[in-house]
């Protein structure tokens, strides 16, 4: 059974930043994938940032409103996926969760199987 445990979220001023840390244990051959979602109150969870974990190169995915902004790197030496998050905005406020899957290492929610407890980002203006 994969376990994920999130860490590092927390509130900062508009235009701050902060680094999310994902550390995975029971990760096995076919979980290929690892990533960042994030759901805002009322909101549907959307896809922030993906990476293939799975050896070998992969592009990571991006939202189009995080890239240039944000950036997904691992160190699967320590089973752990990072997130920076630079010039944060208001509307990047949202509970950030970690996930784990297969074999798609898109931004959709229903491509992955494994899912950690969320870590909150509040961005105030």
């Known amino acids: 059974q994969v376990q994920l445990v999130e860490s590092g979220g927390g509130s900062v001023q508009d235009g701050g930043s902060l680094r999310l840390s994902c550390t995975a244990s029971g990760i096995t051959s076919v979980t290929n994938c690892m990533g960042w979602f994030r759901q805002a109150p009322g909101k549907q969870r959307e896809g922030v940032a993906t990476i293939y974990i799975g050896g070998g190169s992969g592009n990571p995915y991006y939202r189009d409103s995080v890239k240039g902004r944000f950036t997904i790197s691992q160190d699967m030496a320590k089973n752990t996926v990072y997130l920076q998050m630079n010039s944060l905005e208001p509307e990047d406020t949202a509970m950030y969760s970690c996930?784990?899957?297969?074999?798609?290492?898109?931004?959709?929610?229903?491509?992955?199987?494994?899912w950690g407890q969320g870590t909150q980002v509040t961005v105030s203006s």
């Open positions: 996930a784990a899957g297969g074999s798609f290492c898109g931004l959709a929610p229903w491509a992955y199987n494994y």
